[in-house]
């Protein structure tokens, strides 16, 4: 994805290419579906540390042993 520049920094986006869920029972139907968290902001801000780690490993595929001096300030989950 291309630069963006947020609060004059640029921030670098990309996608992962895996696919998360999140599992929750449907009170009516009794069925399981995946959907964004029952939170204010959905949790779109707040990864597991498990998911933290997998987007480690994009970045490292991407970039490869630059990587290693790349650290995350923020994450942003898209539900």
């Given at each position: ?27 009516a ?17 707040s990864?597991?540390?498990w ?29």
């Amino acid at each position: 994805m291309p630069l963006t520049q947020e609060d004059g920094q640029y921030a670098v986006k990309f996608c992962l290419d895996m696919s998360f869920k999140n599992t929750c029972k449907h009170e009516a139907s009794g069925q399981l579906i995946s959907m964004p968290p029952d939170e204010p902001d959905q949790a779109q801000r707040s990864p597991t540390e498990w998911l933290k780690a997998q987007l480690g490993k994009t970045i490292t595929g991407l970039i490869g042993e630059k990587a290693k001096n790349i650290s995350v300030d923020t994450y942003r989950i898209c539900w």
